[in-house]
């Protein structure tokens, strides 16, 4: 059933097959009537063949991989193909590329291929197609640097792109003077932490399950984790816009807001967070993808929308025409259009063919959100402590009036601006990372956590020496008041040549992500917020030291971060214990 599935697909390497001999053809369990056949068809190797010029040597192997129920099913095959020309090169089936196909086991032995069994239907899972799985082949045994930046690449161009667009949107808020900048200045952490969470945090646990799923061949257990996604994004969405709504104005005025500061604090705010669910649905429903290793998607959807929002930023803020000028509020409305269309868009795309998984109706389980939030809850709580730190610090230099704000809020922006380069690189890790360890590859996902660690680290290094020897060639971008880039380039220079130990520390926290272990990294986590309210308190609250000061505890922290997660890889910590799934089929 599994040979006839093949020919009845309509799937054809080059030209024409000519069968050669098999190296091996197994059945593992019995077919019954209604079951569901996924045959999942890979190219191994090409070669010319020696006497016959213009014909060649094809090696595949079809296996029969879970869906509904697993058949175990395999076969291990020669073909003889005729060679074709340059022109019609880009038909033929690759090394590496593979062609999923489903049918249902019939009674009689027949075989009813589905309506995505036909020729159209068959579709290429290769590192480059980004519309459906990534090849799990080169998952686990392809070039590891290779196909991690095969898979960063996109998500950080499309980063790259939204970063410019927040950074554009801080220029045109600081045309609204001060009080503006410092207002958004303190919105910010509040909202990186829900970016942060939904895509790094609880996304990351959405990205880790599907990896480690669909790396132990439980294909249906992927499927079903997108709808437990969905409904975790809700819960996760409404919490934060209620928090946002009664309880931001005391949280900005804790922080040192005062009056047209606050103000402006309050209705950035109000206008962020009144779309936070759909922003959830679209981040979480993104990370979905990009575990089952489509990154493109997403990437794409991120890049349309940061395109838009920044035409309509402009608008909002300061109106045109009919369109009235909102002023600092116009940027979160900007952003509430966004987060609608992301998340309805995602949803459509999810409910079609084309997406390698279904948002679909699947039985709530308990075990499937255990699966998301044994790493997703400890990941997420990491954020907030991040966060903390960052509020804390904020908090700390509030105390120095609006201009100190506003100068450690540009300056400490370019940390933000860190994060997708890092983001990139880390959800890459994660879906290699947690493939690997899904099938039983724990000496390899170690390789890609250090691998992730040693590019990201370069990368981060190099922007760090940059802004210490150039702080003003940032700030000057936003402000040319004097005390305001004083501060921010205090800032820079003592904490910028420190981002070595940011990106080490990231990459790794993302690569313990795709192991299932959060608890190192949690602890670095929670050390770096103990170094800036044990140390950093002291010194403006008790000593009444200099901000200068305050920032050499800052990049401390930061050190300490790096160090503990590396000490921790280096003794293969987040590596104990494994996946009780751990399954590979070569």
């Known amino acids: 059933m599994t040979t006839r599935l093949l020919v009845k697909s309509g799937f ?6 000519i069968g050669a001999g098999f190296d091996d053809m197994r059945r593992a369990r019995s077919v019954r009537p209604g079951d569901e056949l996924h045959v999942e068809s890979e190219v191994l190797e090409v070669r010319p063949s020696r006497s ?36 019609q090169e880009k038909h033929v089936s690759k090394p590496g590329s593979t062609v999923a196909i489903r049918g249902l086991a019939a009674p009689a032995d027949r075989v009813r291929p589905r309506a995505s069994d036909s020729p159209h239907h068959a579709r290429s899972e290769s590192l480059t197609d980004g519309r459906v799985l990534v090849s799990r082949t080169a998952l686990l045994e392809g070039s590891i640097a290779r196909t991690l930046l095969g898979l960063a690449w996109p998500v950080l161009a499309v980063l790259a792109l939204q970063t410019f667009v927040g950074v554009a949107e801080t220029y045109f808020v600081s045309f609204l003077g001060t009080s503006a900048i410092a207002g958004v200045a303190l919105v910010f952490p509040l909202f990186m932490l829900m970016t942060m969470m939904s895509n790094g945090g609880i ?15 439980h294909r249906a257990d992927a499927h079903a984790l997108v709808l437990h996604a969905v409904l975790i994004a809700i819960a996760f969405g409404a919490l934060f816009t209620v928090a946002a709504w009664l309880g931001g104005s005391a949280f900005y005025r804790y922080m040192g807001a005062r009056d047209e500061t606050l103000v402006n604090a309050q209705l950035y705010s109000n206008f962020v967070f009144a779309a936070a669910i759909p922003g959830w649905i679209a981040n979480l429903l993104g990370s979905a993808l990009r575990g089952a290793g489509n990154v493109r998607v997403p990437a ?67 075990r499937l959100f255990r699966d998301i939030l044994k790493v997703g809850s400890l990941s997420a709580v990491g954020t907030v402590v991040a966060n903390l730190t960052v509020v804390l610090a904020t908090t ?5 009036g609006p201009d100190a704000i506003a100068g450690y809020g540009l300056a400490s922006r370019l940390d933000y601006l860190l994060i997708p380069l890092l983001f990139a690189l880390g959800t890459a890790s994660v879906t290699m990372v947690g493939t690997n360890i899904g099938a039983g590859r724990h000496r390899r996902a170690r390789k890609v956590a250090w691998t992730g660690a040693a590019i990201s680290a370069v990368i981060t290094g190099a922007i760090g020496l940059v ?18 880039v004083q501060i921010g380039s205090a800032y820079l220079v003592r904490v910028a040549p420190f981002y070595v130990f940011t990106g080490l520390g990231m990459a790794l ?12 990294p949690f602890a670095a986590g929670v050390v770096r917020l103990s170094i800036m309210l044990v140390f950093g308190g ?16 800052v990049a401390a922290s930061q050190i300490a971060f790096g160090t503990i997660n590396a000490f921790a890889m280096a003794n293969l910590l987040p590596f104990k214990g494994g996946s009780k799934h751990a399954r590979y089929r070569p």
């Open 467 to 484: 802004a210490t020897l150039f702080p003003e060639a940032w700030l000057h971008l936003f402000s040319r008041e004097e005390t305001v």
């Open 509 to 520: 926290y993302f690569a313990s992500q795709g192991a299932g272990r959060m608890t190192w």
């Open 12 to 17: 054809r390497s080059a030209g024409g097959i």
């Open 203 to 217: 996304g990351g646990g959405v990205s880790a399950a599907v990896a480690r799923a669909i790396g132990a061949g």
């Open 396 to 400: 700390l230099v509030a105390g120095s």
């Open 538 to 553: 002291y010194w403006i609250h008790i000593t009444h030291g200099s901000l200068a000061g305050l920032f050499w505890i």
């Open 52 to 87: 016959r010029p213009h014909q060649g040597i094809l090696k595949d192997k079809n296996d029969d991989v879970e869906s509904e129920r697993s058949a175990g099913a395999g076969v291990r095959g020669h073909l003889i193909v005729r060679r074709v020309s340059t022109f």
């Open 300 to 366: 794409t959807t991120t890049a349309v929308g940061a395109v838009v929002t920044l035409g309509l930023s402009p608008l909002l803020i300061f109106g045109y025409g009919f369109v009235p000028g909102l002023g600092v509020p116009g940027a979160g409305a900007a952003l509430i259009l966004f987060n609608i269309a992301a998340a309805t868009w995602l949803a459509v795309y999810m409910r079609s063919d084309r997406s390698p998984l279904r948002l679909r109706f699947a039985r709530v389980e308990w």
